[in-house]
C-alpha cells in the first residue's frame, strides 16, 4: 500500500489516498487514533466511481470518525480511473435497456452484472484489510457500511475480520447469492429507501428475511435510492458502537 | 384529574399515580421539569392491564426521562381494575378461538374488538391530554408511544398536539382505519418485530406503505411479539428529539 496524498480536516481526521498495486483507495483515520489506542476500522462500500461518489463518502468516513472510526474505501473494478471490465459494462447497457423499456430485469442480466463483480472485488477488500489493518494506529474488529450489497453478503460470510455491516439495499442481488445471505450470521442493519425507483421492494423485504443472522434490522425511509436521510448516519455509528467496541 | 400516590426514583424522576373521573393513570416526570422549564410530553400506548404492563411502562418512562421528556399513562377501557366491556370481552375470546384453531381472523372479530376500544380511549387520552397539559411543568409538543395501534393512529389524525409518534405495529387494524391511516400526516417511527406470532407481518408493511406521512421510518427487528430490543427505546428517544424539541 503506498500513500499517495494526504490532508488533515479541522486537526480531527486525516485523510489519505493509496493505492494497493493498481487500485486506488482513499483511508481516513480519527485525529485520536495512534499505537496504543488504535481506531476500529469501517469499510466503506459504494456503487462504484470513487471520484463521483468522494462527497458522499467524505461525509461517511468524517461522521464515523467522529465517534472514534478509521474508515477506508476501494474504487470498484472496472469503475472510476481502473480499466474497464467489457462483460461487466455490457451487462449493465442491458440492464439500463430493460429498465428503460420498462421490462422485467432478466435473473442472468443480474448474474452477469454483479456476479464477476463480487468475484472480483471481494478480495481486493479483504487485500485492503490486509494492508490498512495492519497500521498500528488501526485495530479491533471490522465493519463494513454501504453497498454493492452482494459484495456485502459475501463478505461478510467469507471474511471472519467483519464483526458486523450496514447494508443498503439498493442493488440487484443474483438468486444464488440469497443462498450465501442465509449463511450470514454476523450483526446486520440493512437500509431500505421505500420508493427507491431503481429497487424491487418485495426482493429487498425477501432478502432481510433471508440473512441467517440473529440480530438484523431493518430500517425502511421514504424517498428514493440517494435520499438516505442524515440521521442513519448516527443509527450507523450506534450499531457499530454496540457491535465494534 | 387527583393524585393518588407519590414515589421518586433516584431523585430524577417523579411518579404519581391518578385518576381522571374513573380512569386510573400514572404520570412521570422528570426532576428539571419546572413551570420555567416545562418538559415535553409523551404518552405512552399499552396494550390494556396497568398492573401487568407497569414494569415495562416504567422502564420506558424513566428512559425518557432521563432524555427530558415527561410521560403518561392511562389504563384501556374494559382492562386492568376497570368495567369490564361485555362486547369487547366476547370479540377477544372470538379472535383467541380463532388463533387457536389456526383459522384467518375474520375482519367483523378486528372491527368488534378494536372499534370501540378505539372509540372509547381516544377522547379519553385527550381529556388526560387536557388536564397533564394544564401542569405548570408540561409543555411543549406532545409525542404518542406505544400501542394500540389503532389508538395511535385516530389520536394522531384527531389530535393537534400530537407532534410525532412511535407506533408498535403489533396488533389487529380494521380495514377503515387504513384509510385512517392515509390521511396521518405527523412524522411516524413504526416498530416491527418480524417474527411476531400475533400479528400479520404482510399487514404491518401495507399499513406502513400507507400512512400519509411524508417522514414516516419503519424499525423491523428479530423476536416476537415482547421482544422489541432495548436500542430501540434510545431510537424513539432520538426520534422525539427530532419532532419534540
Chains 1, 2 share one sequence.
Request: glycine share 10%; net charge negative; charged share 25%.
Amino acid at each position: 500500500m503506498d500513500f499517495t496524498s494526504e490532508q488533515r480536516f479541522d486537526d480531527s481526521v486525516l485523510e489519505r489516498e493509496f493505492t494497493l498495486g493498481e487500485i486506488p483507495g482513499i483511508l481516513w483515520t480519527p485525529a485520536s487514533a495512534s499505537a496504543s489506542a488504535p481506531a476500529p476500522l469501517i469499510l466503506l462500500g459504494h456503487p462504484g466511481g470513487l471520484p463521483k461518489m468522494y462527497p458522499r463518502l467524505v461525509a461517511r468516513a468524517r461522521h464515523s470518525a467522529a465517534e472514534g472510526y478509521a474508515a477506508a474505501t476501494i474504487e470498484l473494478p472496472g469503475s472510476g480511473d481502473r480499466p474497464r471490465l467489457a462483460a461487466v459494462d455490457e451487462a449493465r447497457a442491458d440492464l439500463r435497456r430493460a429498465l428503460a423499456a420498462g421490462e422485467p430485469v432478466d435473473d442472468e442480466i443480474v448474474d452477469r452484472l454483479i456476479l464477476p463483480l463480487v468475484d472480483k472485488a471481494v478480495p481486493e477488500w479483504r487485500a485492503t484489510l490486509d494492508a490498512v489493518g495492519s497500521l498500528p494506529e488501526i485495530g479491533g474488529p471490522v465493519g463494513f457500511a454501504g453497498g454493492v450489497i452482494a459484495i456485502g453478503i459475501r463478505l461478510a460470510l467469507v471474511e471472519p475480520r467483519i464483526a458486523a455491516a450496514v447494508l443498503f439495499a439498493g442493488s440487484f442481488v443474483p438468486r444464488t447469492m440469497v443462498e450465501e445471505a442465509r449463511k450470514v450470521t454476523i450483526p446486520l442493519l440493512v437500509l431500505l429507501q421505500w420508493d427507491d425507483e431503481g429497487n424491487d421492494r418485495q426482493l429487498a423485504l425477501d432478502l432481510f428475511d433471508a440473512f441467517g443472522s440473529k440480530e438484523k434490522t431493518l430500517h425502511a425511509n421514504m424517498g428514493g435510492h440517494t435520499g438516505v436521510p442524515q440521521f442513519e448516519g448516527d443509527a450507523g455509528n450506534r450499531f457499530f458502537a454496540r457491535h465494534l467496541k
